[in-house]
């Protein structure tokens, strides 16, 4: 029972990782078809992954059973689901259809992509050394896990792929734009938050538009979440002081 309990959340990473390959193996099957269900469904599968993602860690806590090994097959787990899958379902959805009028553009994409997962492992390899040494109530960077439901949320709520030279480079700069807000300095809050009415609030107004806009609320959602975390970095160099500042240590990078 003793080494059950141990396996538990490893069990658990094993399930997200498991969502993650899903997910790349109807990117790839579903590249060169671009049907839109089974983008939709690729998409869905990342959301779920995330879902596991932060079950195991709130298994081992609950269990007692936080390790090493779990540390570190987490975060294998990561690159994959977080990095790789997401830049292979963008890479299908944005450039592999228009990739036989516009092999250039195929090429275009494909660095995209690599960006976006380059980025997000550096951000892995970042936030794994500086474990404890930077302020718990932000992430330095957007977390690959908000990386990954980002680019997703996009295919959610616009599941058809590209047709146009126009959609798909909006699909480029979704993923650069994405690969450098992870690799940046900026502070991005964390659910360590303290809680409060305000965060109550914020959560039942977020469920209202979710049963309002459905599948586009996801889209929104990182909109809002992005640019409400860079007003905040803006108005603290600004020396605006209405919510705490991230505190700053002496190891901290």
């Known amino acids: 029972m003793a080494r059950a309990k141990f396996a ?6 094993l399930l997200s990782l498991a969502c993650g390959f899903g997910s790349i193996v109807i990117s790839v099957d579903n590249a060169h078809i671009g049907d839109p269900g089974d983008f939709r469904l690729a998409a869905v599968l990342l959301v779920l992954a995330g879902v596991f993602d932060a079950l195991d860690g709130f298994v081992a806590r609950a269990t007692n059973t936080t390790s090493e090994f779990g540390m570190q097959l987490d975060s294998i787990a990561d690159v ?19 990739g036989a009028d516009h092999p250039t553009l195929l090429r275009i994409g494909g660095l995209a992509c690599f960006v976006y997962v380059a980025c997000g492992a550096l951000r892995l390899a970042r936030f ?3 474990v404890a040494r930077t302020d718990p109530r932000y992430f330095v960077g957007m977390p690959i896990t908000a990386g990954a439901a980002c ?8 599941p058809d792929p590209a047709a146009s030279l126009a959609h798909a480079a909006l699909v480029v ?9 992870m690799v940046s300095t900026l502070r991005f809050p964390s659910s360590k938050q303290p809680k409060n009415a305000v965060v109550f609030l914020l959560i039942g107004a977020n469920l209202a538009l979710l049963a309002w ?3 586009r609320f996801f889209a929104l959602f990182f909109v809002g979440y992005v640019g409400v975390a860079l007003l905040f970095n803006i108005g603290w160099r600004a020396g605006w002081r209405g919510v705490a500042p991230p ?7």
């Not at 700069?173 to 807000?181: D, F």
């Open 151 to 158: 680019v997703a949320s996009v295919v959610v709520a616009w």
């Open 213 to 215: 806009l459905q599948t």
């Open 247 to 253: 505190q700053r240590f002496d190891t901290e990078d």
């Open 80 to 98: 994959m689901n977080f990095g790789c899958a997401p830049a292979i379902l963008l890479y299908g959805y944005g450039f592999v259809g228009l």
């Open 128 to 130: 794994n050394v500086n």
């Open 8 to 13: 538990l959340p490893s069990f658990v990473t």
């Open 173 to 181: 700069a979704l993923m650069t734009g994405v690969g450098a807000l």
